[in-house]
């Protein structure tokens, strides 16, 4: 059997091709090319916020493994390859065809403490492909009690262990004298405000004990929400539940082939995902629940749920401010950073070369 190599000189008719012809085939193998890459192996993505931080810095580039929980398929096939769902407020997708959620089998599921790519999920008003682009650090997986204890997480009543990296709020009071400007640069530590001989500062964990040792530091406390206090912003936004950033729960994440009672507590924890990521409609009629117009007890989920949080603690809108994030918002697990660029930095420092070609953990 004779093979002809892809980029053959001449047509089926055996007249050479032209350049033009060339250069459109060259095009098309490396856009097919790209997008199967792009969409089944690996994607690269930016990092644009500091809610990772210092796990992850602003101007981190990163290539995401698709491969690692299974390809997810294009909800909105139609859209313009290698563009943003939104390019100057015009949309690059048109929703008129929507397919149902499929994956391609993967490695694994999600992992706690995986850095996990995903899509917003309380932006029910796109499709689900098309919303915004989040990077979190995975903390509950699908059937976990989830608790935030003086902000440290406990998973099935048990410490979840914290990044190296992760870092807090703490309000940190001197002897008087000035806190060394290149000490703070070197440790990581960010200044959020300062008055007299007290500091407002994000510490990363790993520079803690350190920190503390100073000769001028005379106390580090962290700046944590108290114990009942609510937070009309935190999940599920009902006083019912009296949690903030730092004291939440306990939370039992939604599994698939989990069923639950239906009462006034239980729906106000749920409801989000019974009814935005699986697509009933829940009613209440003379104390009944109806789902879809039916009286129920008792709710199965379809899904899997996870719960996503940034590193940065006090520096990041996720889970806690809108709930779980169901699989079908998964789109890969981030892998490595092959570049990283400093915006404040001149051009000859501004690549921060020690984060290069760096393994995420």
């Known amino acids: 059997m004779n093979l002809k190599h ?12 032209s350049k033009t012809r060339e250069w459109v085939d060259a095009i098309v193998f490396a856009v097919v ?35 690692s929980y299974g390809a997810r398929m294009p909800f909105t096939p139609i859209s313009i ?37 995903f899509n917003k999920p309380e932006e029910i008003d796109r499709p689900i492909d098309a919303r915004t682009t989040l990077i979190k650090r995975c903390q509950a997986a699908p059937g976990d009690k989830l608790q935030i204890i003086a902000s440290h997480v406990y998973i099935n009543g048990q410490p979840a262990p914290e990044a190296p990296r992760q870092q807090l709020d703490y309000i940190v009071t001197t002897d008087g004298t000035e806190l060394n400007t290149k000490m703070l640069e070197d440790l990581h530590i960010e200044i959020l405000g300062q008055s007299e001989n007290q500091y407002q500062l994000m510490i990363p964990n790993e520079h803690l004990a350190e920190f503390k040792g100073f000769s001028n530091i005379k106390s580090v406390i962290p700046n944590l929400a108290v114990p009942g206090q609510y937070d009309n ?3 599920p936004h009902n006083n019912k539940f009296k949690w903030n950033v730092d004291n939440f729960g306990p939370l039992v994440m939604p599994k698939r082939g989990m069923t639950i009672l239906l009462n006034d507590s239980t729906l106000t924890l749920y409801r989000t995902a ?17 789902v879809n117009g039916k ?58 070369w020690d984060r290069v070609l760096r393994g995420i953990k």
């Open 233 to 235: 912003t935190v999940f």
């Open 6 to 17: 892809i980029f053959s000189k001449k047509t089926k008719s055996g007249k050479p091709k």
């Open 81 to 117: 390859p290698f563009t943003e769902p939104e390019v100057f407020g015009m949309k690059t997708y048109w929703s008129g065809v929507k397919l149902p959620y499929m994956r391609l089998p993967g490695l694994s599921s999600p992992k706690k403490g995986d850095v996990v790519v």
């Open 274 to 290: 019974i009814e935005n990521y699986e697509g009933n409609k829940v009613t209440t009629e003379d104390q009944n629940i109806l």
């Open 295 to 352: 009286k129920a007890d008792t709710y199965t989920f379809k899904m899997d749920y996870y719960w996503m949080m940034g590193d940065n603690r006090h520096n990041s809108l996720d889970s806690r401010f809108w709930g779980y994030v169901p699989e079908d918002h998964v789109i890969g697990k981030a892998m490595i950073t092959w570049l990283s660029l400093d915006s404040t930095k001149t051009f000859i420092n501004k690549i921060r």
């Open 33 to 67: 090319a790209a997008t199967i890459i792009r969409g089944l192996l690996f994607s690269a993505y930016a990092i644009p916020s500091g809610s990772m931080e210092g796990s992850l810095l602003t101007g981190d580039y990163l290539f995401v493994s698709k491969f």
